[in-house]
Each structure stands twice: as structure tokens, then as C-alpha cells.
């Protein structure tokens, strides 16, 4: 099983962005995806989860109201949906899969920067 992120890039305080999540060498229906991030100088943190059919969807507490979830199970991809930026959201963000429901992440993407700055 393969994940491959996109979408990152450089954007104002207040822009929207779109990440991507694709995977390969399975079916992404079967699992529950979750992202994560890395922000400068600190540990990899929990940004948000969307269950396998997409119905129960949890934020961490700095995301909420902010990011969205959604997932594409016919085009085998996950997106997050990243609405009014700040610059405490510049990380590297990471999608994983996870295949058994047990909240434990058994495949990671490779990771997408993104930067918030004026």
C-alpha cells in the first residue's frame, strides 16, 4: 500500500488550501485515513481523522471549524480541506491508513509542505 500527499505549497494568513491523499495497492474503502502534521521544531501531531465511510470525521482542537474531511472511495483518495490558514498551520502534512480500525496507522504518505506566511 502506497499513499502519496499533495497539494502543499506557500499561501497568505486566511488562504484555503487542498490536500490530497492517493493511494495505491489497495482499496482506500477499506480503511479509516487519518492526517497528520509536523510543525517546526516539534513532534508529529494529530490534525484529523475520517472514518472508512467517511460518516465520523474528529479534529484536533487547533483545526476545528477550520479543516474540513471528505474522501473520494471510487478515486481511492482522501483530501483536507484547510480554510482560513494561520501561520502556527506551516508543517509538513502527512496522510496515513488505517487498515484495522485500532486507531493505529500502518501506512504513511511521504508528506506535503505547507507554509503560511506574508
Known amino acids: 500500500v502506497q499513499l502519496q500527499a499533495s497539494g502543499g505549497g506557500l499561501v497568505q494568513p486566511g488562504d484555503s488550501l487542498r490536500l490530497s491523499c492517493a493511494v495505491s495497492?489497495?482499496?482506500?474503502?477499506?480503511?479509516?485515513m487519518g492526517w497528520f502534521r509536523q510543525r517546526p521544531g516539534l513532534e508529529r501531531e494529530f490534525v484529523g481523522r475520517?472514518?472508512?465511510?467517511?460518516?465520523?470525521?474528529t479534529f484536533a482542537d487547533p483545526v476545528k471549524g477550520r479543516f474540513g474531511l471528505s474522501r473520494d472511495n471510487a478515486k481511492n483518495t482522501v483530501y483536507l480541506q484547510m480554510n482560513r490558514l494561520k501561520p502556527e498551520d506551516t508543517a509538513v502534512y502527512y496522510c496515513?491508513?488505517?487498515?484495522?480500525?485500532?486507531?493505529?496507522?500502518?501506512?504513511w504518505g511521504q508528506g506535503t509542505l505547507v507554509t503560511v506566511s506574508s
Open positions: 496515513a491508513a488505517d487498515t484495522d480500525s485500532d486507531y493505529a496507522y500502518d501506512y
Open positions: 495497492g489497495s482499496t482506500v474503502g477499506n480503511y479509516a
Open positions: 475520517i472514518s472508512w465511510s467517511g460518516v465520523r470525521k
